[in-house]
């Protein structure tokens, strides 16, 4: 692309290998950049950042200025919309603005081409693939959203994610596809071009525990002559390298766009390591969307439930009172604990009654609990899930007898819950004895 002299990310040197005061000149260079633009008015961003100059005369850039103004404005509004929405639980009109907006973007990116301040000519037909694939994924999941009562709720939510990973598996495959045939559909043009100087910027991304990594992304400014024109350009797309192994004032050979002679194919767009990852998460997506859809298509995701809880101040807001919101809770029945525990109940009576936790200790398969009432044994939980004190357990146990005279953790607990987990609507009580 061709070589912005007014971009200050852009430093330009003769230096082929950046030594350690020059990385950190260009770093701190980056840090002033950044920290000026949080003095910036929003407006001039492209300006000032990338070097892009807006076009056209002064009346004509005020009512660029203007249009921007209103742009931000409706942003604003549309955002605050769907606070709105999601405040007042109006989830459909919040899902269907949130694809209208995608779907604007998709198309867009589909008419220009374009995805960031600064790009070469050649990446558009990356943009419009992408942006196709956003445009498509906002078509289906309206769609989607209008065919809602055909579906149960899971089924709904299920699908969502099919049209998300199987769209961005498909357009992350046909990407890397174009990458790789790149040279043989886009850059098609072989030319000499002499190294002239080196031009590098810096970038920045989040790692682990929330570190900051700083990279430097490097590329030879050529100059080169194609119909007998002069072209001052760099790669379409930078390196992450500090250092490169092309000398200065070296002649050799690179290969453009012909329709756009500025535009050189860079080591990026083939490189196998990069390639590779891309097919791997393709696939890896379109295997997840297949599945899903199988699995919903095949009725293996009927009977399956969403759970939500809001916040009772919204449920107060939306006049929704608490038996309302109340959720299902599980019943459980005589019947149902015989059956399941009919090896632990063993033919004896059984009982049931609701108990305090009063300690918790650690052992080594899990943690112990015992409770306020000690005619009760202590339970060994594995794992870190133990109840803590003072949690209320409704509990279900027999009577070992030889040991009622003691008095002492002769109640077997064979199962329990914590009170609100479940409702059990059964007719056995405590023991009395």
Known sequence: MYYNKDNPQWHLSQDQFLSRDGYYQIVGEYNELCKSMLRADVRDFNSKFYGVKESGTEEEQAAKRKKSTFGIII???VFAGLAAALILKKILIFASVVCLIFLTVGISMIVSGRGEAVESTSKAYLNRFIGSGISLASVLILILIFFRNRFEQAEFFILLFVIVFGIAGFVLLAIGILRA???????????????????????????????????????????????????????????????????????????????????????????????????????????????????????????????????????????????????????????????????????????????????????????????????????????????????????????????????????????????????????????HG
Not at 238 to 243: A, S
Not at 288 to 298: D, K, P, Q, R, S
Not at 363 to 389: C, H, M, R, S
């Open 75 to 77: 942003s604003v509004m």
């Open 181 to 431: 045939l790149s040279g043989k559909t886009v850059y098609t043009e072989e030319v000499n071009a002499t190294c002239t100087g080196y031009v590098r910027y810096v970038s920045r991304s989040e790692g682990e525990h929330h570190n900051m990594h700083t990279y430097i992304h490097t590329s030879p400014l050529f100059n080169y002559s194609v119909g007998g024109v002069q072209y001052e350009a760099v790669w379409d797309e930078f390196v992450t390298k500090e250092d490169l192994d092309i000398a200065l004032g070296q002649t050799v050979p690179i290969k453009i766009d012909p329709r756009h002679p500025e535009n050189i194919m860079s080591p990026v767009m083939t490189s196998p390591g990069l390639l590779i990852f891309q097919s791997v998460m393709a696939i890896l997506f379109i295997g997840v969307a297949i599945g899903l859809g199988i699995y919903t298509f095949n009725g293996g995701a009927k009977g399956l439930t969403v759970e939500t809880q809001w916040n009772p101040v919204i449920e107060e807001i939306n006049g929704v009172t608490e038996t309302e919101t109340k959720p299902t809770v599980l019943q459980i029945t005589d019947e149902m604990i015989e059956q399941y525990y009919a090896d632990k109940i063993n033919g004896k009576e059984w009982y049931c009654e609701i108990v305090t936790v009063s300690t918790l200790q650690h052992a080594e398969k899990g943690q112990i609990i015992e409770f306020t009432d000690n005619t009760f044994n202590a339970v060994l939980y594995p794992g870190n899930n133990a109840p803590l004190p003072p949690t209320q357990l409704v509990v279900f146990y027999t009577v070992d007898e030889d040991f009622v005279e003691s008095g002492y953790m002769y109640k077997n607990i064979f199962t329990s819950g914590e009170v609100g987990e479940f409702e059990y609507v059964g007719s056995h009580g405590a023991y």
